[in-house]
């Protein structure tokens, strides 16, 4: 029996749009990650292959304060490659404003990731919407349960705080 070939990837940027994602990198690297609030952060993880250090700005669905931790999506977990490093080396460096912290990447089980969705529906709602279509073929069913349905088929990852946080020395340059 054929087991159907997985959907292709769509190749990264290049030129132009490149610079272009990796300009959030670039403004956090200068000092300006509060421009962005609380709505993203930079993750500073180890390349499961290469061994150097990569950096992916994510947008934050949930975040807690005790005890603290965000929670982000991965939209096409499969092929995100912050994800699959997370999954080989959990332990990583998260960047907020100006503050760096230490954290351990938790991977939220289904049930969890659809409550998650539900909630991020209702705190930004155009922002799920725009997470639910990605997903292929999108669900169907309307509301909450459309939602729920989307969510438990994204993976969320809880990112941990493993000790308090730091900032970033004056006189060093940033990761």
């Known amino acids: 029996m054929n087991q159907p070939s997985p959907p292709p990837r769509a190749s990264p940027p290049t030129g132009w749009r490149r610079k272009l994602t990796r300009l959030p990198i670039l403004l956090y690297r200068a000092g300006l990650g ?6 993203t952060l930079l993750l500073i993880h180890t390349g499961r292959v ?5 950096q992916d700005v994510i947008e934050v669905v949930e975040q807690d304060t005790a005890p603290r931790s965000w929670t982000v999506a991965a939209g096409s977990a ?34 969890e990731s659809g409550r998650i969705m539900e909630r991020y529906a209702r705190v930004r709602p155009r922002a799920a919407r725009t997470l639910r279509a990605s997903l292929e073929p999108a669900p169907e069913a ?10 438990e088929r994204i993976a969320f990852v809880r990112l941990e705080e493993s000790r308090p946080s730091f900032p970033r020395p004056a006189s060093s340059p940033a990761p």
Request: glycine content about 10%.
């Open 34 to 39: 509060p421009l962005f609030g609380r709505r």
């Open 50 to 54: 290469s061994g150097l250090s990569r």
């Open 78 to 111: 499969a092929s995100a490659q912050w994800y699959r490093n997370l999954r080989h080396t959990p332990q990583v460096t998260i960047q907020t404003g100006r503050r760096y912290h230490a954290v351990t990447a938790h991977f939220v089980p289904p049930e």
């Open 142 to 151: 309307d509301g909450d349960e459309g939602y729920r349905a989307a969510g």
